[in-house]
């Protein structure tokens, strides 16, 4: 059984102590793909040493609403040197949030250069988004790239509106397996399978089962074979056939492909 991690922060300092245990623990778990996801431009050569020295280790670059620097316009430029080197990365995360972070206005306009620059150099975007649903989609019909829908929260009309603009993708992360919303189990019921996928978000959004028995226990690859559970429980196929489906769904967005600037 193949699991692809479709969004993780293994960059981040709390892994430094065991990170070759993380990866060697997620390997034994079945994880063989691990989408790195930056934040802003300071962790942006972490990920990349990542990419280099593990493997199955896809890079993702960008500037995260949260984040956004005194300079933007030196991040942007960043961005692109790192696409024009790295041919496999990805742009994420990136995103708008209304619940935190600088005024909506300033996170767009550091959001929008960075989509119309992975449609230049036609790379998939790993997508924030709270609150913000009305503007991500107005953005995203702008710039059509495509997405996938970190830690999917939204709601079936949004996910409808995402499904008719097309190359789309809803990942769910450990909050499927809390158990205590209804909501997200009933969107992936709503969802294509071909459309979805999973993630861990790792080190954050550890799932129910091991937080009930740790609290406070920080999340890592190896841990998202219980979303993949959850997800064979909701689909009612067996886990094993889930899986495929799942890394088939990460591969139909050429997960390991070599793309150049149009």
């Not at 040197?81 to 619940?99: K, M």
């Not at 829908?149 to 769910?172: I, M």
Request: net charge neutral; with cysteine; hydrophobic share 40%.
């Amino acid at each position: 059984m193949t699991l692809i991690d479709t969004h993780c922060h293994l960059q981040a300092s709390v892994f430094t102590p065991d990170r070759e245990a993380v990866f060697a623990r997620a390997r034994l778990a079945g994880v063989q793909g691990f989408l790195c996801c930056g934040t802003e431009p300071q962790d942006w050569e972490a990920v990349s040493q990542l990419s280099r020295d593990q493997p199955g280790v896809v890079p993702a670059y960008g500037v995260h609403p949260w984040y956004i620097p005194e300079n933007p316009e030196s991040a942007l430029q960043a961005l692109e040197q790192r696409l024009t080197n790295e041919p496999r990365a990805w742009v994420g995360e990136i995103g708008l949030d209304r619940t935190f972070g600088p005024p909506l206005a300033r996170q767009e306009a550091v959001f929008e250069p960075q989509l119309a620059i992975a449609q230049r150099f036609r790379r998939p975007v790993s997508l924030h988004c709270r609150r913000t649903w009305d503007r991500l989609l107005l953005y995203l019909k702008r710039w059509p790239v495509p997405a996938v829908l970190h830690s999917f929260s939204g709601s079936k009309a949004v996910a409808e509106q995402l499904l008719d603009r097309g190359d789309c993708w809803f990942s769910f992360s450990g909050a499927l397996t809390q158990g205590r919303n209804a909501r997200l189990p009933a969107l992936l019921k709503f969802l294509p399978r071909s459309n979805v996928l999973i993630e861990t978000d790792a080190p954050d959004l550890t799932p129910w089962p091991v937080w009930r028995e740790t609290p406070g226990t920080r999340n890592e690859p190896a841990y998202l074979i219980y979303t993949a559970r959850q997800v064979a429980e909701i689909w009612d196929l067996p886990l094993d056939e889930t899986a495929k489906q799942l890394t088939k769904n990460a591969q139909a967005l050429g997960w390991t492909r070599k793309t150049e600037v149009g």
